[in-house]
């Protein structure tokens, strides 16, 4: 029997609304009139509307009176309100973004320190026998037979230890050369990242190879080979100190001249006591070269401005931050592989020192807006065959350093280095920007120490 018919033949409870009994049995068998007319629903087409009106009008009170086809309304009415909740519902309610944010925040604050130590599980496959392709396997470019020849000139200083060849004037091999001379932790994992990085300074562009620095850290001194394509030979070495940024300065085209020339600008800057030993390995290394010569080897010299040098200058298409300099593809008939930056030199600094020194939100999204023009202007010189721009500008800001411009440089330097078809330059700027935080010079250093 349909308890809920507008006509209702039940016989009335005699105990009426203030009726006890929970039997279903019993309320179908008798009808409850004042409980069980607020559950009457109004017939379509029948006589009785009015009447019906009028019982929905008396149960429904004018200030909760609803529209009872809008779901979203009847919905809200079952939603308690937080202030009418007490301590225990309000905690059962709680969202789940809430219950994610608040145990994240917990379980960062209480993680031990061990599991917040970087994971490596970028496992490199085996190491090939031949040991330059060993190197090339790790640091992704090759090394010229100059960087071997140096070794053999250390091992001629030092030969128990032929990194510490240079110990004399406070310098040492580093990067590949440790992988040459066997100097890496074999507890240290095998992890791309940390080769990639290895020997690599803070302000150091994918396009620099660390391999010479200071036996003990004091200003981040340290000399590299410096090249424009994973694939090609390096143009030259360049000497750069991270205590004074971004800057490098060339030293010739071969590890000789480029030790050589270092020195030669540092000897009368030192104290009479590190002069003379300077003095010392600068005879050392031009007697070695000039007994290569006589021998026909004429890959060494001890020139700090090489013909090959001046005419990669005149392919060079802009200058960078770094002062090295940017070499693309660029065709003169159609100008097609290179645009400038429409700023100046000078209006570029600014824009970025606005974006890493703005202290308010409001600062920092005005900063980025004026930023954000050259970037979208970079979008169409790609679109168009022009990636030196994106180029340009990517070395331009990682020269800078700061993390707030880290997701525009990946950006930008991501997708230049991926139209050039130097997709080994993206790995290891990925891999610098994930770890230069730490401003490691020795990925391995934790392992050794162990």
Known sequence: MDAFLLHDYRQDCKYGAGCYQKNPEHKAKFKHPEKDEKKIVKPKDSDTDKENEAVLNKVVSPSKKRKLSDDSDIEETKKPKMHEMSEDSQDEVKS???????EKVKEDDEAPEDSKEESFLDIMPASPSNIRENIKSKFLVSMPEDFYEFYNFCKSLNSSDPLQGLSSIGMKLCGPYDVLAGNIPPSAPRSTKLFLTHGRFYYDPPELCTVLCEEKYNTGLHIGYFRD???CDPVFLVSGVEGEGAKLTTLGDNIFSALYNYLAGQVEKVDPFMRSKMAKMMEKVKLWVNKAMMVGNDRLNLEKRSVGMKNRDRAKMATTFHGAGMVVPYDKKTEVGYREIPETTANLRKIIKN?????????????????????????????EGD??????LGLDLFCNGGDRLHNTIKHLMGVAYDLLDRDQFGQIMTCHLERRKKGEQDSFSKWREG
């Open 96 to 102: 789940d973004d809430e219950i994610d944010s608040s």
């Open 229 to 231: 394509s994973p694939e």
């Open 355 to 383: 974006v890493v020194e703005a202290e308010s939100e409001k600062e920092k999204d005005l900063a980025f807006d004026v930023l954000q023009e050259l970037v979208t202007n970079v979008q169409f010189a790609n679109d």
């Open 387 to 392: 990636p030196g721009m994106g180029l340009e």
